[in-house]
Nanobody, 123 residues
Framework: QVQLVESGGGLVQPGGSLRLSCAAS????????IGWFRQAPGKEREGVSC????????YYLDSVKGRFTLSGDNAQNTVYLQMNSLKPEDTAVYYC????????????????WGQGTQVTVSS
């Protein structure tokens, strides 16, 4: 059974950092791509970053490039999203999701989701 558990969210001031974790079970990162998504109140869920299982390449939403870094630890079966220079517009519930193979940014192409973790950027 595929299961994803996010952690690491919280309240941070603008310019601060957080590291989100997505612990996976029921599959290995060698076979499944992991995507990070976020959803702010009143907005659609959007893709933030993903890591492909086929080649380990990572992809980022333009607005987070240079600030967010995605990495995977296959031994721990966990993916991390390091978020630096956070802005108020990064405030959202962040979700990780998994699917076999490639990592598109469309949330509709993922079947397996975690419960989400709240990130609030505010002074």
């Amino acid at each position: 059974q595929v299961q994803l558990v996010e952690s690491g969210g919280g309240l941070v001031q603008p310019g601060g950092s957080l590291r989100l974790s997505c612990a996976a079970s029921g599959f290995t990162l060698d076979d499944y791509a992991i995507g990070w998504f976020r959803q702010a109140p009143g907005k659609e869920r959007e893709g933030v970053s993903c890591i492909s299982s086929s080649n380990g390449d990572t992809y980022y939403l333009d607005s987070v490039k240079g600030r967010f870094t995605l990495s995977g630890d296959n031994a721990q079966n966990t993916v991390y999203l390091q978020m630096n220079s956070l802005k108020p517009e990064d405030t959202a519930v962040y979700y990780c999701a998994a699917r076999p193979g490639s990592c598109p940014f469309s949330p509709y192409l993922y079947d397996n989701w975690g419960q989400g973790t709240q990130v609030t950027v505010s002074s």
